[in-house]
């Protein structure tokens, strides 16, 4: 098998590149915007519908991580190949029917609200749908903004990316409480109507998300987002001669011979397996160890969960202003990954400690900021490492390492959540993420991770010895090789060779 090509070509995105990246990032906020108000409303049904007694406690943890597990498994599943796909086909029209699809999905689920029949078993299939579209409409997106956004501008796109989710946690509660309160209000004016009728507003929050999904969609349409242009999928004569398997492998061993850049991802697989249960803590310890101080000052449960998800968007907004404006560290990102990570795990320590409602508000709001410098930081080092014909298929496995510990996370919260005090375990968790990431800053290895040159070396050294490998092993095999080859299907052989080096 040749050589994978790791030497980055001087690429020069399309005219008008940036305002192409503008109008993509602004379309797509305002479909985020439509799913946050579907979760918002879907937390706040199983919340206070499905499970609102105390005694319930267990279940509804366990509920919610039902509900975040459909989201992350499939994704982890399917990551590595909906990657090879965007580096196979055009990632604009993959991005455009994946966000129709999810439209559809959107609206399904909103008729089955409105019919009464939606349970948690059926909602957690039509989450497996959805997160099942999403994944390749995300790895068709990642891939693809590099190729319309000039290098000196990538962190500050990157910065833009971390808002998205912030802006819309900024006003997505308030708004999905307005939507569902509306049916009430308009009861309570005199008004008659089929919205007035519906019990609440929750399905019309669908059916926003579902109109958002196709506004996305509808966007792209006009829209220039070019693919790279691959050779190595057909031979001459038209028949394929690399399968999606062997462009995942391809993207595990970019990233296996640079194992600095592996160090990376193993920070960020720690992170997300000790932060990935405190959204579920979070609310249990909401809804329990902070009750006496929102009950005191007046307030429901859903205004108290819409205070903080607000509040914690806006320190996600507030991180992806500053890294917007200042376009981070120029050298030495891997310190904006590093420090971000430490104040993190200290404002989780202080959440899980937090006895009112405004100390866990700080907390949660400094945590929140944090996320768009780490997230910003890791994802420049990535961008500039990985050549834009590869950045398909290495993200994709990237995703999947560090990201496979999360639904580990998020199980874990669900069998003890009901049972340990939700504070005092996010403190531990807290403090474990802060032991260990106050190590890697003295981690050689994963200091030198923006060395290209070193990496480059290193990829080739052990390209060199794989290469060696498989040259003596066909060596040692050529005798028996020469009686069995015609009785095997062509290329059989060797690609069973090269799947075990």
């Known amino acids: ?15 008008h590149g940036w305002r192409t990246f503008l109008i993509v990032w602004f379309t797509q906020s305002i479909s985020v915007l439509g799913s946050e108000l579907t979760f918002f409303a879907l937390s706040i049904w199983l919340i206070q519908t499905l499970y609102p ?20 498994i499939p994704r982890l599943l399917l990551i590595p190949f909906a990657g090879a796909w965007a580096d196979r086909h055009d990632r604009k029209r993959t991005m455009m029917s994946m966000d129709f699809a999810n439209g559809l999905v959107s609206g399904l689920l909103a008729v089955l609200v409105v019919t009464h029949v939606l349970q948690l078993p059926l909602l957690i299939v039509l989450l497996v749908i959805h997160s099942i579209i999403a994944v390749f409409h995300q790895s068709a997106f990642d891939a693809s903004y590099a190729m319309i956004v000039p290098e000196n501008k990538l962190s500050r796109a990157n910065g833009m990316m971390q808002t998205i989710w912030s802006l819309s946690g900024i006003v997505a509660p308030s708004i999905a409480a307005a939507i569902i309160a509306l049916p009430a209000l308009l009861r309570q004016a005199g008004a008659a109507g089929p919205i007035a009728q519906l019990p609440d507003g929750t399905a019309l929050t669908m059916v926003t998300d579902s109109i958002s999904f196709f506004f996305a969609s509808s966007a792209l349409i006009f829209l220039f987002i070019p693919s790279p242009h691959r050779t190595d999928l057909h031979d001459t004569a038209g028949r394929a001669r690399k399968s999606m398997w062997a462009d995942v492998q391809e993207g595990a061993r970019y990233i296996w011979y640079r194992r600095p850049m592996l160090w990376l991802l193993g920070t960020f697989t720690v992170v997300n397996l000790l932060s990935s249960p405190v959204g579920i803590f979070q609310r249990l310890l909401l809804k329990y160890n902070l009750a006496a101080d929102w009950t005191a000052q007046g307030m429901t449960f859903e205004a108290a969960l819409a205070l903080l998800a607000t509040i914690g968007s806006v320190g996600g907004l507030a991180g992806g202003i500053l890294i917007s404006s200042w376009g981070g560290l120029k050298r030495k990102r891997i310190y904006g ?22 100390m866990a508000a700080i907390m949660i709001f400094t945590s929140s900021a944090m996320i768009p410098l780490m997230n910003a930081h890791s994802q420049t080092i990535w961008q500039v490492q990985t050549p834009r014909e590869l950045q398909g298929r290495v ?5 999947l390492i560090a990201q496979f510990t999360s639904p580990l996370g998020v199980a874990m919260a669900g069998l003890v959540g009901g049972q340990l005090d939700p504070g005092m375990f996010i403190a531990v968790l807290g403090t474990i993420l802060l032991v260990f990431t106050v190590a890697q800053l003295f981690n050689p290895n994963l200091l030198r991770v923006e060395d290209k040159a070193w990496l480059d070396a290193m990829a080739a050294e052990h390209e060199a010895r794989r290469t060696g490998i498989m040259a003596r092993t066909g060596d040692a095999v050529s005798d028996l090789t020469l009686g069995v080859e015609d009785a095997l299907p062509e290329g059989i052989l060797h690609e069973d060779i090269t799947s075990v080096i």
């Open 1 to 15: 098998m040749n050589a994978p090509n790791t030497t980055a070509v001087p690429y020069q995105p399309p005219p």
């Open 53 to 72: 007694r105390a005694d319930q406690k267990p279940e509804l943890a366990i509920a919610l991580s039902l509900v975040s597990l459909s989201a992350a």
């Open 337 to 358: 990954v590093l420090v971000p990570i430490i104040i993190s795990a200290s404002a989780m320590i202080g959440l899980g400690l937090s006895a009112g409602l405004i």
């Open 395 to 399: 993200f994709a496995v990237r995703r």
